[in-house]
């Protein structure tokens, strides 16, 4: 990699953007100048890279002109409005909202999946779905060996998913509900404590949610199949950090388990944690703060031919977001694709 470049965060100071800090340090990815923005309320204030502490700017056209990459971390409406300055003002974008991820034109990476792809953009490159992104490495060498004709999914998505506000809720409410007072939910739509909620963002056609659709849409433009068939269901748990998700997989041609279990073992990005004898699977107490999908219980699916089931966990924080964005710019750096 060169020397280093000029890196813009933008939405610095929220939950991925701090992460997106965490993890540039710890892969010692090489910056010349770290460029941090966030709302133009927060100018002024002070975040800490590399042992100096960094003056945060407001997130406007002029502040693109001095990096060469941003990393936003923002909602969809920030981005659509943001990024377009920065793509203008030569800065590539490499952005985790859902803004620009199904539109033509913009690449959607997984690196383990189709780094291929980053080669063309035209200024902004989309980070999937944290729950996409973790199938996605988790199905690759799957995929590679023998296609996938159906994928049935399941996830268990940590309340880390909604934010800082969402981890309070769970916090809060435990307490409330072990103390015997009754706490009202904001962030979910139901008490979240000691409860699955089978409901995340908002109900779009055939109700489903637009959560489980972006694992459809997503998946299916990563891996450039458009006739892939998927059938997920997203769940809020009581869990902090790290989702998971029951993945059943009915591939075009037969793979044993025992050949699925080798390719897994190899495969880039994952760590492949099967041994139920020892009771060894993935879980999210395990997998939080770790950049790895954790594959395990590996089993033939008794109700088709070419069947196989797994389960699988990852941190949504790291490999969801930050990280994922950040092996992109890795890509970007090394293979000079700005």
């Known amino acids: 990699m060169p020397q280093g470049i000029r890196l813009a965060v933008v939405g610095i100071t929220g939950a991925v953007g701090q992460e997106i800090i965490r993890v540039l340090e710890q892969r010692d990815f090489p910056v010349s100048e770290l460029i941090a923005l966030a709302d133009p309320r927060e100018a002024g204030s002070k975040v800490q890279f590399k042992g100096e502490s960094i003056t945060v700017e407001a997130a406007e056209e002029k502040a693109f002109r001095r990096a060469e990459v941003a990393l936003f971390a923002v909602g969809n409406d920030i981005s659509l409005m943001l990024a377009p300055l920065a793509q203008k003002a030569g800065c590539l974008v490499i952005d985790n909202s859902y803004a620009f991820r199904l539109r033509d034109g913009v690449p959607l990476v997984v690196p383990e999946v189709n780094p291929e792809d980053i080669a063309a953009h035209q200024g902004i490159i989309a980070n999937p779905n944290c729950s996409t992104i973790i199938m996605a490495v988790a199905i ?70 637009r959560e489980e659709m972006k694992m459809v849409w997503e998946t299916r433009k990563i891996f450039h199949a458009p006739d892939m068939l998927i059938a997920p269901t997203c769940v809020r748990v009581p869990v902090f950090r790290s989702h998971s998700e029951s993945i059943n997989i009915e591939t075009e041609r037969p793979l044993s388990v025992a050949a699925a279990r080798e390719l897994l073992k190899s495969a880039e990005g994952i760590v492949l944690q099967d041994d139920p004898a020892q009771n060894q699977y993935p879980m999210p107490r395990y997998t939080s703060d770790k950049d790895e999908v954790f594959v395990g219980r590996l089993r033939r699916d008794l109700s088709v031919d070419n069947g196989i089931a797994m389960w699988v966990a990852a941190d949504q924080i790291r490999k969801g977001a930050a990280t994922n964005a950040i092996q992109i710019a890795e890509r970007v750096v090394a293979d000079n694709l700005f």
Not at 140 to 162: C, D, F, H, M, W
Not at 166 to 180: A, I
């Open 140 to 209: 690759n060498p799957i995929y590679r060996a023998a296609g996938i004709k159906r994928l049935v999914v399941s996830t268990y998505q940590a309340v880390s998913g909604a934010g800082i506000n969402g981890l309070r809720e769970l916090e809060q409410q435990s307490r409330d509900y072990l103390e015997g007072r009754d706490g009202t939910p904001e962030v979910f739509a139901h008490p979240i404590p000691f409860n699955l909620i089978p409901h995340i963002d908002i109900f779009v056609d055939e109700d489903y949610t």
